[in-house]
């Protein structure tokens, strides 16, 4: 029977980032996953590198389109859709190919299968036996389905990433970081795209007027947009679907060719035989774990979208990277969410850090905002994306930043800037000092701190 | 006669910027430029807007040709040196306006013309007197001339961007910031590009492997580079100029359709009568100044391009922001250039800031640096630019980050990622707890200082 240190279930970004830490810190590591084309996990395979490859094409696209203004002449230009989803494939091929070698080079083990927990120290991989003196779970998540009748006609983000999308109308349920995404890469596409939200804004983890900002913009660009309605039910087949939304009260009727369901996603235990091993559970499902990523059972931990934290893979990296240490006994900080970065990857994109103003508002806190116009940007005037803006959110009295977020062309690097005076609580007047060059978007940052009133 | 509290010759970004402050603290401002046409000075009408603008429309067209890996289609792509010329114009016009309109809309004063001192409170504009309290010298530059035999056949900056260049074969003489953005830019037009310079590298400023990285992709672009030689002559005419280079001691002797120099800039101090303000002038020309922009003449400032600092916009800006608050008796710090970013809009970008390598080693401080490629950033990979990387220079043993430096495709705005931690002397340990989201090319920085063995 093979025996290990630290056997991880899941070659997502949690279980990949803590195999190297762990083989960093010489530990014979096995990671766990269903197969090498799994490897990756939802992040490289069925999420955010598809998702955003094929965005990257689309963002080129709508730049092509207005190349004469940059003095360029092009003859007919066509984003194939078929051929966007190859690029995007061989894109991933790429990076699956290189994380695979990167973590074979590193001395990690693989063993493909399927993995469920036989005692706490034995899992069984399909059907061989392994055992570790420590486990990590980092078997990720499932996209959610929708609560309603006929749910199951709709797509979810993993079917149609894998089987593409033919049709012309598609309604997206949900308006939140993927329905954001899907619905603004699809429209590039050139389909009829309408969002149907519960809440009363898209992007409503966000403050107003980013989100006013934002549905602004999915406005201009032909996105129709139904906020505060929920889904009733779905009726037909593929190709024809027959949407029942009702929007306070009112019932609208309409169909569809196809309706994508971006309802959010939920931890994937059911086929860890969790029992076995002794770890709790909470009722969604996710595993149960403290600040270190320690489950109830002492030797075992677990990472990234399996445990109850934002879903996302720069979370995971973070967890997994914590569990290994603590299973190593290196002393850590334990994880910290105040600073995590919230990017959608939109047209327009978004990018955020720390707390929002109504978040703030709720907590009693007084918050200052400052706020910059990527129009006011040379940069972003010369390469004719001014839309948007730039908000930084300091505390009351004490004038520490304590967030921020940007709407527009590169907000999500750009809010990335602002992750050192957020990470480590930096006053308005400390970062004022810091210089940016010119002409770039990043100046966007002293324009906005020179507005303060020091 | 016209009198203000402050008169400030020219409007470039130092004149401006002092202007805006001084206005906002209801000063009467008046800013003497030469016409309405020269409104936000060398930086936007001759110098960096111009340049990126044109830049950013070769960075579209490489994209535009590589646009089948993305799944794009295009027919004939061709990129217009006359049409890049007029949309570059276009965008200068937008800003110029726009900062006129500011300005205006600030409160503050226009004088168009030449200014010369009468005394150290009255200055000549053209022939009509007016006076002030206080003077901020905001005069700017001009390119340096060669100092060869032939040296009138050759072309600079200023006069590139205004008559642009018709032949195929050019010559750049000097290979730093400017010369390396002009050689990038005609290189994209299919010039054939030849620069020369002195030193042993081209950017030599920056470190060796940043250089050898810019070097290796010059070359596969087809930049021809030879360092370590000086241009003896010139001969000819335009159109068709015999070079003679000095290459150690070898003559090499060539033809060429024109000749760029880019051998640096100097301070625009000859028109001023500095003489009648009684201000002390350095050698070189420049207006000598303290910390906070002070000349010998106790109402009488300097800044930007015309005193002896880096010739940059955002030092400019900060100067003159420093300037306005010390004349308004505001206490500031002094002006510090120690984290002062150094930005190259060349092909590849290269962003630096704090200090290099061999400057530290040169003044016996020990450091360790942390480098990573942007081949293994998963949206480097994306978008198809996956040449560079980012070094993160760390003092030793106390692991303060003291400089950076990153060489490939967002360079010019991704440096600025590290300048609060260089600008506040953040630690290694200290900077490894922010958080990137994923995946963005912000991430290099955390990959960065995930390999520092901490």
């Known amino acids: 029977m093979k025996k290990y240190d630290v056997i991880i279930i899941g070659g997502g970004p949690a279980g990949y980032r803590a195999a190297e830490s762990l083989a960093a810190l010489k530990k014979k590591v096995c990671i766990v996953e269903f197969s090498d084309l799994r490897i990756g996990g939802t992040c490289l395979n069925e999420g955010c590198i598809p998702v955003k490859a094929m965005i990257e094409s689309a963002r080129l696209f709508q730049k092509m389109k207005n190349c004469s203004e940059f003095g360029i002449e092009s003859g007919g230009i066509k984003m194939d859709m ?10 991933m091929d790429i990076l699956r190919t290189a994380l695979y070698s990167s973590l074979k080079r590193q001395g990690i083990d693989f063993n493909f299968g399927s993995a469920s927990f036989v005692s706490e120290n034995r899992i069984k991989i399909d059907s061989q036996d392994a055992e570790a003196e420590s486990f990590i779970i980092a078997s990720g998540s499932l996209p959610s389905k929708l609560k309603i009748t006929g749910a199951d006609i709709a797509m979810d983000s993993t079917g149609i990433l894998e089987k593409g999308f033919s049709g012309n109308k598609l309604l997206v349920a949900g308006g939140g970081y993927i329905g954001c995404e899907f619905a603004s890469l699809y429209r590039a596409f050139g389909c009829e795209v309408t969002v149907v939200e519960t809440l009363s804004s898209l992007a409503a983890m966000e403050d107003d007027d980013i989100s006013r900002a934002l549905e602004r913009e999915f406005k201009k660009k032909g996105i129709k947009i139904i906020t505060g ?5 779905l009726s037909g087949k593929k190709g024809k679907i027959s949407v029942s939304v009702d929007k306070q009260g009112a019932l609208i009727e309409e169909e569809f060719d196809g309706v994508l369901s971006a309802v959010g996603r939920r931890a994937r235990t059911e086929d860890l035989n969790a029992k076995a091993s002794g770890i709790e559970l909470l009722p969604s499902g996710a595993v149960k774990t ?32 914590i569990a290994a240490r603590a299973i190593a006994g290196i002393t850590t900080r334990g994880i910290n ?9 939109s047209f327009p994109q978004i990018g955020a850090i720390g707390i929002t103003e109504k978040a703030a508002a709720s907590k009693g806190i007084k918050t200052n905002a400052l706020k910059s116009f ?10 004719g994306e001014t839309e948007g803006f730039l908000k930084i959110i300091s505390s009351e009295p004490d004038g520490v930043i304590v967030g921020a977020a940007a709407v527009g062309g590169e907000a999500c690097e750009l809010i990335h800037l602002l992750a050192p005076a957020v990470a480590r609580g930096m006053k308005v007047s400390e970062a004022k000092e810091v210089m940016y060059g010119h002409p770039t978007l990043s100046e966007i940052v002293s324009d906005t701190l020179a507005k303060a009133v020091i």
């Open 374 to 383: 990527f129009a006011a940007n040379a940069k972003a005037v010369i390469a």
């Open 290 to 321: 403290d600040d270190f990523m320690r489950t109830n059972v002492p030797n075992i931990y677990a990472a990234g979208d399996v445990i109850d934290s934002p879903m996302l893979a720069h979370t995971a990296y973070r967890e997994g990277s």
């Open 337 to 345: 969410y105040a600073s995590v970065p919230r990017i959608v990857f």
């Open 82 to 91: 078929a051929a966007v989803r190859k690029a995007s494939s061989a894109k």
């Open 229 to 233: 309605a929920s889904l009733k039910s």
